[in-house]
């Protein structure tokens, strides 16, 4: 029986089934490296898959390679779920590309507030990979965002970093994004990066930088220092609050109801 033109769509993306799988379980590590290059989307997507039994450092360049300029849906998916079992041989790699997949990153401050408590997943590819190693990334990041000098990579590595702090409950200082402020004061969207970023991050650096962001920033900066504050659960002051937009009102009321929810159920 023909497959219909759904199924036939899905398989152009890179969509496998098992026996797809099966058929690529006798190639070696050569064969499967040579497949990641396949004209053939379902066999660079079962190449990526079986490759998780080589987990070394030629396997995940070779994979970080693919995955730079991979275009097919179901294929990424496999790319990313591979670096993410090879984890701490992919961070650094990982790390290199951060900022460099894609056209889907953030680039202005959004107008309004985000209405969620979870951490948003990062739109870039590649630190969306990197929150799946978890607390193993953490170091590495402190230090790209210490050194880097890439604004769109930091950014990313931001995203990646909170992400994974917020996720986790890490107890991390905040000096790593203090000083990234420091070397970058008047660059607005990195401190809307920060500013998210604090919302998993409680010390007297954070707090104070997000009572001043909530008072001075622009209203995307303001949304988004009130969100933090909040989830820090972080008391504002009433003359802060009386300065409150109605957009402000609303989040607040909205988050303050989600949390006390949240509360309950613990």
Same mark, same amino acid.
């Not at 630190?127 to 607390?135: F, M, P, S, Y």
């Not at 607005?188 to 007297?204: A, N, V």
């Not at 969100?227 to 002051?237: K, T």
């Given at each position: 029986?023909?497959?219909? @033109? ?8 890179? %969509? $496998? ?23 053939? &989307?379902?066999?660079? +997507? ?9 987990? @070394? ?24 779920? &591979?670096?993410? %079992? ?21 680039? !202005?401050?959004?107008? &309004? ?22 607390? $193993? ?27 994974? $702090? ?7 200082? +905040? +000096? ?30 954070? !707090? ?7 008072? &001075? ?24 609050? @009386? ?24």
């Amino acid at each position: 029986m023909s497959m219909n @033109n759904s199924a036939i769509k899905l398989r152009e993306r890179g %969509k $496998v089934n098992e026996a797809d799988i099966e058929h690529f379980a006798s190639f070696d590590e050569s064969e499967l490296l040579s497949f990641l290059h396949s004209e053939k &989307t379902v066999e660079r +997507s079962c190449a990526a898959i079986h490759l998780r039994k080589y987990q @070394n450092p030629t396997v995940v360049d070779k994979l970080c390679h693919q995955l730079a300029i991979e275009k097919k849906l179901y294929t990424k998916i496999a790319l990313c779920e &591979t670096l993410a %079992k090879c984890a701490e041989l992919s961070i650094e790699p990982l790390i290199g590309l951060l900022g460099q997949i894609g056209k889907n990153h953030e680039t !202005k401050i959004p107008e &309004t507030g985000f209405y969620k408590v979870s951490y948003p997943l990062p739109r870039d590819i590649a630190a969306r990979t990197i929150c799946r190693l978890g607390i $193993v990334a953490i170091l590495p990041l402190e230090h790209f965002i210490k050194s880097s000098k890439d604004m769109n990579a930091l950014a990313q590595a931001i995203d990646a970093y909170g992400h994974i $702090v917020y996720s986790n409950e890490i107890k991390c200082s +905040s +000096s790593p994004l203090q000083e990234l402020y420091e070397r970058h004061p008047k660059n607005d969207f990195l401190k809307y990066k920060i500013t998210r970023c604090l919302s998993g991050i409680h010390d007297e650096w954070a !707090k104070s930088f997000l009572l001043e962001i909530i008072q &001075t920033g622009c209203k995307g900066l303001r949304l988004e220092a009130l969100r933090s504050l909040l989830l820090l659960e972080i008391e504002i002051p009433s003359n802060i609050q @009386n300065g409150f937009s109605v957009e402000m009102q609303k989040l607040e009321s909205f988050l303050k109801k989600k949390l006390i929810k949240i509360s309950s159920r613990c």
